[in-house]
C-alpha cells in the first residue's frame, strides 16, 4: 500500500501466494494507484473474485516473474511508460480513432459494454496499459490478439473501470450535504415511506457506506425514522464484491474522523469491517448506467466521478436520466469536476459552485430516449438470426419506454420482449433467472430461462397474451450455484392496439 502511495502509476507490485486479503487489498491499492499487478499463478486462487490474482494485470508461475519485471523495465525505458498520457495529436490521429473504434466494438461484442461514448484519451491510455503488460508495442497486434483471445476483452474492460475512490472524498461537499441536503431527505416521511438512495458507479463500496453513516447518524435524532434504502450499483463485479464484503485496510483512518472510524467499524487485524448495521442498509448490484433502466422514486443520486470519463454526448444525455429517476424535490450529488449546469431547466445548485444540486419540477416527466449505447439492438437480433423480431427501432423503444414507466411499480430485474418473445431489452441483476439453452444462440426468453420456469412461463404468456391481463407466477423454486432461489413471476401483457407495438413485460422477483 505504502508503494502505491509513494509510486503510483509507476509502481508494480508481485502478489505471491498465500498473502489472502492482504494480497488483495495491496492489489487494489496498486491498481487504483494506476500501477501494474503480477500474480503468481496458483488455479484454485483464481476461482475466488476476491483473490489478488483476479485483480492482476498478469498472472504467471513464479519462476517466470523476474524475467517479466526486467521486460516491463526495458519497455518503460523503450517510452511506452504508462506515466506519459498520450498526446492530443496522437488521439485525434485517424489510424487511433480507427483502432480504437475497432476495440470499442470488440468489447461491445465480446463483453456486452458499450465503450464508445467514453472520452478517447482515457480509453486509450487504458489500452496502452494492457499492452505494456502484455508487451505489445503495436495497436494492430493488440487488435488482433483482443479478436482471438477468450480473456483479453475481460481483462481490458476489467482495466477500464478505473475504481478509484475513498470515504468521505472532498470534505467540503460532505458537509454541505450534512448540514442542508441530509435533515431535508427525511422531512415528511414515516415509518412506511423508505428513504431511498441510489449510488451510481459505487465502486468498492466507500461512497455509499459514508451515505450510510451519514444516513444512520441523522436516523438517530429522528422519532419514527424511515427505512433507508441504499442502491449501490457498478459495472464492476469484483469492486462491488469488495463492497459487500465491507473490509478495508487501515488508511481508511485517514478518511474520516476517529469517532466515526470507532463508532462504525470494527477493527480486525489491519483492516477496517463496516458494522453490520451500515452493511444492512446497502444493497449492492452490478447495473449499467449507459445499459440497464435506471432506478426510481429516488430521494438522492449520488454519482460521483463517473461522469468524466464520459465523452460531453454521453454526459447531455445522463443528467435528464438522473431528473427521471428522482422524487419531485430530490438531491443529485456530483463530483467536484462535474456539473449539471447545462440543464438549468431540470437541476439548481444548492449553494453557488456546489457540486450538489436540488431537482426542479418540470410540466412533463419524459422518459430520456434510452438506452445510450450506440448498439441497434433490434437489428443485432436479426442479424444474429434468430428469426425474430421484425420490429422498427422506434416502436421497440416505444414499447421498451412503456415497459420502463411499467417497471415503477415493480422493482427490477425484468425483461421487455416481443410478441415472439424475443428479448428486446434486459434491466437488473438477470443472471441467476437465466440458464440458456445449448444449440445455436437464441434470444428468445423460453431458451434462455432457466429450465425450471420454462414450461410454466410458455404457459402464462399464453394466459396472459389471451385473458389480456396479466399473470402472476408466484413462489416458484430453482436452484443456481447449489442454492436454492423462490422467485415470484409477474408477465404484463401489452395489447396491440392501432399501431401500438404488442409484446410482454416479463419480471423476476426473488
Ligand atoms: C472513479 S470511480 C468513482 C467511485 C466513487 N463514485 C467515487 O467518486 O469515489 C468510477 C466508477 O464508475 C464505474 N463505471 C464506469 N462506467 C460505468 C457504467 N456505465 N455504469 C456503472 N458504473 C460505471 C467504474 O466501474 C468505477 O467503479
Not at 34 to 56: F, I, M, Q, Y
Not at 412 to 423: K, L, Q, T
Not at 470 to 483: A, F, H, I, K, M
Amino acid at each position: 500500500m505504502s508503494l502505491a502511495r509513494d509510486q503510483g502509476d509507476r509502481a508494480i507490485g508481485v502478489a505471491l501466494d498465500g498473502t489472502d486479503g492482504e494480497g488483495t487489498l495491496g492489489a487494489r491499492e496498486l491498481k487504483a494507484a494506476g500501477g501494474l499487478v503480477l500474480a503468481e499463478c496458483v488455479p484454485e486462487n483464481l476461482a475466488h473474485s476476491d483473490a489478488a490474482a483476479a485483480l492482476a494485470d498478469a498472472v504467471l508461475p513464479v519462476d517466470e516473474v523476474p524475467d517479466r519485471l526486467v521486460s516491463l523495465i526495458e519497455q518503460a525505458a523503450r517510452g511506452l511508460s504508462r506515466t506519459e498520457a498520450p498526446a492530443s495529436e496522437d488521439i485525434q490521429a485517424a489510424g487511433t480513432v480507427e483502432a480504437l473504434n475497432a476495440i470499442a466494438g470488440l468489447l461491445c461484442q465480446k463483453t456486452g459494454h458499450d465503450f464508445h461514448g467514453y472520452k478517447r484519451g482515457t480509453f486509450l491510455r487504458r489500452v496502452q496499459r494492457r499492452m505494456q503488460a502484455l508487451l505489445i508495442d503495436e495497436l494492430p497486434a493488440y487488435i488482433e490478439l483482443l479478436r482471438t483471445s477468450a480473456d483479453e476483452a475481460q481483462n481490458l474492460f476489467n482495466d477500464l473501470l478505473i475504481g478509484v475512490t475513498e470515504f468521505f472524498r472532498d470534505g467540503k461537499e460532505w458537509a454541505i450535504l450534512e448540514q442542508d441536503v441530509i435533515p431535508h431527505l427525511f422531512k415528511g416521511k414515516h415509518r412506511r415511506e423508505p428513504l431511498r438512495v441510489w449510488v451510481v458507479g459505487c465502486s468498492t463500496g466507500e461512497e455509499a457506506y459514508s451515505l450510510a453513516i451519514l444516513l444512520a447518524e441523522h436516523r438517530a435524532k429522528v422519532e419514527e425514522p424511515p427505512p433507508i434504502q441504499i442502491f449501490a450499483s457498478d459495472l464492476d463485479g469484483q469492486a462491488l464484491a469488495a463492497g459487500r464484503a465491507g473490509r478495508y485496510s487501515d488508511s481508511i483512518a485517514r478518511q474520516m474522523t476517529p469517532e466515526r472510524l470507532a463508532r462504525w467499524f470494527v477493527k480486525e487485524g489491519d483492516t477496517y469491517c463496516v458494522v453490520k448495521e451500515l452493511r444492512e442498509m446497502c444493497i449492492f448490484s452490478q447495473h449499467s448506467l449507459i445499459k440497464d433502466a435506471p432506478f426510481s422514486r429516488l430521494d438522492l443520486v449520488s454519482c460521483r466521478n463517473l461522469l468524466i470519463y464520459l465523452d460531453a454526448e454521453l454526459q447531455e444525455k445522463v443528467i435528464p436520466l438522473f431528473h427521471f429517476a428522482l422524487r419531485p424535490g430530490g438531491f443529485l450529488f456530483l463530483g467536484n469536476s462535474e456539473n449539471a449546469s447545462r440543464h438549468q431547466n431540470l437541476f439548481v445548485p444548492v449553494e453557488p459552485r456546489s457540486r450538489i444540486f436540488r431537482r426542479l419540477d418540470t410540466a412533463t416527466r419524459v422518459f430520456p430516449d434510452f438506452p445510450f449505447t450506440s448498439v441497434d439492438r433490434p437489428r443485432i437480433a436479426r442479424s444474429a438470426g434468430h428469426g425474430a423480431s421484425m420490429i422498427q427501432p422506434t416502436a421497440a423503444r416505444d414499447l421498451t419506454r412503456w415497459a420502463e414507466h411499467a417497471m415503477e411499480r415493480h422493482n427490477p430485474a425484468f425483461v421487455v420482449i416481443d410478441e415472439g418473445h424475443n428479448v428486446l431489452h434486459f434491466s437488473g441483476p438477470m443472471g441467476r433467472f437465466l440458464a440458456p439453452a445449448s444449440g445455436a444462440a437464441s434470444l428468445n426468453l423460453l431458451q434462455l430461462v432457466h429450465p425450471a420456469l420454462r414450461a410454466e412461463l410458455r404457459n402464462a404468456l399464453s394466459r396472459a397474451a389471451v385473458e389480456e391481463h396479466s399473470v402472476e407466477l408466484p413462489g416458484r423454486e430453482l436452484g443456481t450455484n447449489g442454492q436454492r432461489l423462490r422467485v415470484n413471476l409477474i408477465i404484463e401483457p401489452r395489447l396491440a392496439v392501432s399501431d401500438r407495438q404488442p409484446g410482454f413485460l416479463v419480471v423476476f422477483k426473488d
